[in-house]
């Protein structure tokens, strides 16, 4: 909702986000041999950096042709992780993916709801922020906000890159929850939910 939203910028391929997020856990974890909570930590900026590469030819087009850009980048990520067994498991995807004994059962629950509201509430303050002014004028009308002095694709980036990281915290929660990570997780249809939910929301 935070780029497609204020933002303007629909997206079908912010799974890919939520995949390496929640990849770039499992990979710290189990390959890098990092704790749980450096894991935590680091993976949402690995899908930071996602959002960095991909958002950077993204908000250079608009409307149709940037959610098939994301699209496109979206099966970019589905494809390596389900073709690259030795590093990511490919088609079985990788397990034991647990959190520390300390955040076992509802404690992970807890820790989990959290990290939602931190995330929800740093979320709004950005919104509701210049730079969240800046995201809704450049939305509303391009030609204005750049005569305005606004640098309206380094706003539209930034907001790329600010989703690409809390969806890829969403990973992190998700894949700790499950104690797993697949391909599936990138898939289209998980981008397409998002979008059909964002839409409704908004309806």
């Given amino acids: ?88 498991g490919g088609s079985n995807g990788m397990i034991g993916i647990w959190p520390d004994h300390w955040l076992e059962g509802k404690a992970y629950y807890y820790f989990a709801l959290a990290v939602v509201l931190v995330s929800a509430f740093v979320l709004r303050r950005i919104l509701f922020s210049s730079f969240g ?3 809704r004028a450049s939305r509303d009308s391009t030609l204005r906000a750049d005569a305005l002095g606004i640098n309206v694709k380094r706003v539209q980036w930034v907001g790329f890159v600010i989703a690409g990281i809390f969806a890829g915290l969403a990973g992190v929660l998700f894949v700790f929850s499950k104690g797993s990570a697949s ?18 929301g908004g309806v």
């Fill in 183 to 200: 391909s599936e997780i990138i898939s289209v249809i998980k981008s397409v939910d998002g979008l059909v939910m964002v839409l409704l």
């Fill in 1 to 88: 909702h935070f780029m497609m939203g204020p933002g303007g910028m629909h997206s079908f391929g912010h799974a890919a986000y939520f995949g390496l997020g929640a990849y770039g856990a499992a990979l710290l974890l189990k390959t890098a041999a990092f704790s749980m909570g450096w894991s935590i930590a680091l993976a949402p900026l690995i899908a930071g950096v996602g959002a960095v590469i991909f958002g950077w030819f993204c908000v250079r087009l608009s409307g149709i042709y940037l959610a098939m850009l994301t699209l496109a980048f979206g099966q970019i990520v589905w494809s390596i992780v389900y073709q690259w067994d030795e590093f990511t």
């Fill in 133 to 135: 002014y800046a995201m």
